[in-house]
C-alpha cells in the first residue's frame, strides 16, 4: 500500500480547522475537484458520507466512513470507490494558542493497475493542490 503525507501549520484554532474538514457538505464549494458531496448517515461520530470528483481526467465517486474526534481528528476508510483499499486520516495538533500543526496521511491502493500506474505519475502534486485547496479555506474562514 503506498502512503502520501503532507503536515502544514495554520494560525487557526484546531477546533477551526476541523470544522472546516468535517464539513463535507461545503466540499464542492472550495475544492475544484469534488463535483457534489452528499452525507448518507450520520450516527453518533459516525458519518458515511459520498464525493463524486473529477481526478487526474478520471470521474469516479468515492464513499467513505468517516470516524470523527471533535476537534483533534477524522479518520476516513474505504466503502466504495476506485480504489482496492483506502485510508485517510486528518490530524489536528494545537501546537500554541492559535496556531495548529495540521496532518494528512492517505494509504491507497488502486484496484486498476494500468489507472494506478497512471495516478501515481500524478498523484503527489494532486495531494499538493488538495491541501492547498483546504489551506486556503482556512485562510478564508479565519478572516471571516
Known sequence: MATIERIIEVEASAEKLYEVVSNIERYPSFLTWCDSSEILSIENHLVIASLNISILGFKSKITTLN????????????????????????????????????????????????????????LASFIDQFVGEFVKKFKEEITN
Open 67 to 122: 470516524r470523527l474526534y471533535r476537534s483533534t481528528k477524522i479518520e476516513m476508510s474505504l466503502q466504495e470507490g476506485p480504489f482496492k483499499s483506502f485510508k485517510g486520516t486528518w490530524l489536528f495538533e494545537e501546537i500554541a494558542l492559535e496556531k495548529t500543526r495540521v496532518s494528512y496521511t492517505m494509504k491507497y491502493q488502486i484496484a486498476n493497475p494500468i489507472t494506478a500506474f497512471m495516478v501515481k505519475q500524478k
